[in-house]
């Protein structure tokens, strides 16, 4: 499959190197599709990223990165926090490469299909701005919701699978970045 859905763009399907396009502005350079399964830290089944405890490995932002929503600093304290936790805990490669889960993707050709999420091998430029550059394939469905404004929210993995970090966003109108590392 050479094309992705994406929640964003109202179930419009993407090229990878559409895909590419859209991710630029956030200084995040598309290298390749991942084509075999990702490996991630395990966490008990049904137990997601946000709802693991220390007990999973999870590490939270510290409390001067969580981000309201409505502040004016919120774009700078929530890329400060993203950057901080991905570097401490071992997100990126020696080039700065790391997994990106971006849309949902359907086994086969049946658009009734399961859908799984499809992880891209990116990297991270030394131009780049997750948040200000509003690239809609980071923002958070949920907050939809209750905002106008761009919010984030997405998944990255490091390639050897030792860590997983999530940004994302909670019921009282705050972002953080989360990180599980066992």
């Not at 109202?10 to 630029?24: F, K, P, R, S, Y």
């Not at 309201?68 to 020696?94: C, I, P």
């Not at 997750?130 to 919701?145: D, I, P, Q």
Request: charged share 25%; hydrophobic share 40%; aromatic share 10%.
């Amino acid at each position: 499959m050479d094309s992705v859905t994406c929640g964003y763009c109202a179930a419009v399907t993407l090229t990878d190197a559409e895909i590419g396009d859209v991710l630029a502005p956030a200084g995040l350079r598309l290298v390749e599709r991942v084509q075999q399964d990702v490996l991630l830290p395990p966490l008990p089944r049904h137990v997601s990223p946000a709802s693991a405890g220390a007990e999973h490995g999870r590490f939270d932002s510290h409390p001067d990165e969580v981000a309201d929503l409505n502040t004016s600093d919120f774009a700078d304290k929530v890329n400060a926090g993203w950057h901080r936790m991905a570097t401490e805990y071992g997100l990126f490669d020696q080039r700065r490469e790391f997994l990106l889960a971006v849309g949902r993707g359907r086994l086969g050709e049946d658009p009734d299909g399961e859908p799984y999420e499809v992880w891209f091998r990116v990297q991270l430029l030394d131009d780049w701005d997750l948040v200000g550059s509003e690239v809609g394939m980071l923002r958070s469905g949920f907050a939809t919701f209750f905002t106008q404004r761009f919010v984030p929210e997405f998944t990255m993995a490091s390639l050897d699978g030792r860590m997983m970090l999530q940004t994302t966003v909670w019921g009282d109108g705050t972002l953080s970045t989360i990180v599980i590392r066992p």
